[in-house]
Structures are given as structure tokens and as C-alpha cells.
């Protein structure tokens, strides 16, 4: 139902039944008040008379009004018919534009995002967004979008993954906030400004010191400062495209191998990693060929990367499994799998 809405901004409408809340509350306040002083009614009998009069369902006074009640009691339905007319506007605004479907679903993504730890926020839902968003579903992660283009918003709405996203700019706290970043364990910005990935990383490693950034970057310029503003990883696309592209010339198959390794549609095949803080403690401080990942699960080691962040492709067998260290595996699913049963 929710996707069949056009997709508005609600804060309006939200004011308006706000301020049309407002003005009965200050009617019922002014005849309350009004009858004490002018009939010297009690409290609860100046809020019935008030209650009487505003709604005009014309039952008996309280006591018999003075000439001046009656007077007041006409100027309070007056008043209160300009309210009510303003009431039913916003209200029939309200339902009409599907305001109140949309605060309904609104609310209900907010709660399903509250409700989670350790997930992934992605800051971009543009042409490298649209990718990550893909690897998520496909992997099965929880992960929330942020984005503030409505157009893109009203995609997400209606594509077939259900995709949980906060609607606004990410640079701002409170949606950084809104979208979980003090419970994350990761978050990605894909933005195609270099200064709004900065602005992104600074903000999200002071509200998460553990979170581990990975920001896009356009200039070669902006990755040594988007990594000294605390992103742990910086991927540029052009550059990486390009590489891809001069290696066609010379080694085709070597790119189209690793196309189709991580084309996810195609290929029952893929990389999994395991760190030494993650992996269960019989398994720590213990040599590759101790660990028995091929016998075990079918998958190869073929990575592994040191506590300096220095990597090693295909290590040796007694290479020790230590603190800070990380292993890369490549296996089919079912292999990938019973990796992570197997290590985690």
C-alpha cells in the first residue's frame, strides 16, 4: 500500500493538525476560565459548560447564565467554529494526501531501525550505493540507506528488497543518529562529493570510535585527508576502473576470472574473511596448517594479512594465526559457509 503513495514531505501537514490541536486545547482552556469568572461556576462546571458549548449539542446550562455568560457563551462557539472548520481541513489534508499512511510507514521503518546492532549504514544511494545495497541483500547483512534525493527515496520504496533508509543528509548528526551509528559496526559513504565524505567520516568516528569507515573519494588529493579524518579504508572507482581496463590489454583473463568469481548471479563462488578477534579461541595462535580450513570446510586460504595491515597471498602453511592478523579464504557457498561454522 505504502508504495502506491506519492512520496511528500509530512511535516506540514504535522503542523497544521498540531496547531488545530492547540486551538481546541486554548478554547477549552479560555471557556473553562471564562465561566469561573464571569458565572462563578466551579471548576468542573465551567469545563461541562465548556465542553457543552464548543461541541453545541445543546444540552441545559449548568446554572442560568447572566447576560453577560450568554454573551460569552456565543463569542466561545464562534470561536470555536473557526477552529473546528480549521480541524477538518488539516485532518481531510492530512488523510487525503496520504499523510497519514506515510507517518504511519514512516514510524515503522524508525522502529525496525532502532532495533538494530552491528548493521551497516550506507550514506549514498547513487550508481555505487545501488551495488553495495546488492552485496547486502545478497549476503544477507543488515544494513540502512541514507539518503535525501526524493527521487531516490521513492526507488527504494518501490523496489522489490525490502530496504530500511532514513530520509535526510547525512551530514547532519541526527541522521547519522536516526540511522544508528552509535550501534553499527560499519559504515559506507558513497557520496559523489569528496567534502561531504569528509565532513561523513569526521562526524561518524566521533559518535563511534570502533566503527570501521569506508568512503569513496573522487580526487587522489582527498584520500590522505578523508584517512586522516578517521576512515579506515578509501576506495577511489575511476582508479580502480582504470586498472581493470590497462589489465584487459595484457592479462584478459585474469580480470574476466575475477568478474566472474564475484558476479554473484553467475558464479557460485566468493571470498570470506575471518580475524583473529572473531574467530573461536581453539583456533587462535595456531599455524595455517594446524587450523585444517581445506580438510575441514573446502575452502583455500589464500590470503592473510598481518597486524601491520601488510597482506600475503597464498602464506605458508606455519604461518601463525595471531592477534591482528586476518585470513581470506576462496570457496564455493556451501564451502564459504562452513567456514564461518567452522571458524566463528
Given at each position: 500500500m505504502f508504495k502506491l503513495l506519492s512520496w511528500y514531505s509530512y511535516k506540514g501537514s504535522y503542523l497544521r493538525i498540531k496547531v488545530a490541536?492547540?486551538?481546541?486545547?486554548?478554547?477549552?482552556?479560555?471557556?473553562t476560565l471564562g465561566f469561573m469568572y464571569y458565572e462563578n461556576y466551579s471548576l468542573n462546571e465551567a469545563f461541562y459548560m465548556t465542553m457543552i458549548t464548543i461541541s453545541t449539542v445543546g444540552y441545559?446550562?449548568?446554572?442560568?447564565?447572566?447576560?453577560?455568560?450568554?454573551?460569552?457563551?456565543?463569542?466561545?462557539?464562534?470561536?470555536n467554529i473557526g477552529i473546528f472548520a480549521y480541524a477538518v481541513s488539516a485532518f481531510t489534508h492530512y488523510v487525503v494526501q496520504g499523510e497519514i499512511f506515510k507517518?504511519?510507514?514512516?514510524?515503522?521503518?524508525?522502529?525496525?531501525?532502532?532495533?538494530?546492532?552491528?548493521?551497516?549504514?550506507?550514506?549514498?544511494?547513487g550508481r555505487y550505493g545501488h551495488s553495495a545495497v546488492d552485496n547486502f541483500v545478497n549476503h544477507d547483512l543488515p544494513f540502512v540507506v541514507i539518503e535525501q534525493a526524493t527521487d531516490k527515496i521513492e526507488e527504494i520504496q518501490q523496489g522489490a528488497a525490502p530496504i530500511l533508509y532514513v530520509e535526510g543528509?547525512?551530514?547532519?548528526?541526527?541522521?547519522?543518529?536516526?540511522?544508528?551509528?552509535?550501534?553499527?559496526?560499519?559504515?559506507?559513504?558513497?557520496?559523489?562529493?569528496?567534502?561531504?565524505?569528509?565532513?561523513?567520516?569526521?562526524?561518524?568516528?566521533?559518535?563511534?570510535?570502533?566503527?570501521?569507515?569506508?568512503?569513496?573519494?573522487?580526487?587522489?588529493?582527498?584520500?590522505k585527508k578523508l584517512l586522516l579524518a578517521g576512515a579506515n579504508h578509501v576506495i577511489q572507482p575511476?582508479?580502480?576502473?582504470?586498472?581493470?581496463?590497462?589489465?584487459?590489454?595484457?592479462?584478459?583473463?585474469?580480470?574476466?576470472?575475477?568478474?566472474?568469481?564475484?558476479?554473484?548471479?553467475?558464479a557460485d563462488m566468493g571470498f570470506e574473511e575471518v580475524a583473529y578477534e572473531s574467530a573461536k579461541p581453539e583456533f587462535k595462535n595456531k599455524t595455517i596448517k594446524d587450523l585444517q580450513i581445506r580438510k575441514k570446510t573446502g575452502a583455500n586460504v589464500i590470503g592473510y594479512s598481518n597486524p601491520e595491515g601488510k597482506y600475503f597471498i597464498n602464506p605458508k602453511p606455519e604461518t601463525v594465526f595471531a592477534p591482528g592478523c586476518?585470513?581470506?579464504?576462496?570457496g564455493n557457498e556451501a564451502q564459504l559457509k562452513a567456514f564461518c561454522g567452522y571458524m566463528k
Open positions: 490541536a492547540l486551538m481546541f486545547a486554548f478554547a477549552i482552556l479560555l471557556g441545559t446550562e449548568v446554572k442560568p447564565l447572566s447576560e453577560t455568560g450568554r454573551n460569552f457563551a456565543a463569542f466561545l462557539i464562534l470561536i507517518t504511519i510507514h514512516k514510524n515503522y521503518v524508525q522502529r525496525k531501525i532502532d532495533q538494530l546492532h552491528n548493521h551497516i549504514i550506507l550514506c549514498g544511494y543528509d547525512a551530514t547532519h548528526d541526527e541522521i547519522l543518529q536516526q540511522a544508528g551509528v552509535e550501534r553499527a559496526s560499519a559504515l559506507v559513504t558513497a557520496l559523489p562529493d569528496d567534502t561531504n565524505n569528509l565532513f561523513i567520516v569526521l562526524t561518524a568516528r566521533q559518535m563511534n570510535k570502533k566503527l570501521n569507515i569506508i568512503s569513496r573519494a573522487i580526487s587522489p588529493k582527498a584520500k575511476d582508479q580502480i576502473g582504470g586498472f581493470f581496463m590497462a589489465t584487459l590489454v595484457n592479462k584478459p583473463h585474469t580480470i574476466e576470472f575475477f568478474n566472474f568469481i564475484t558476479d554473484k548471479y553467475h586476518s585470513l581470506i579464504v576462496l
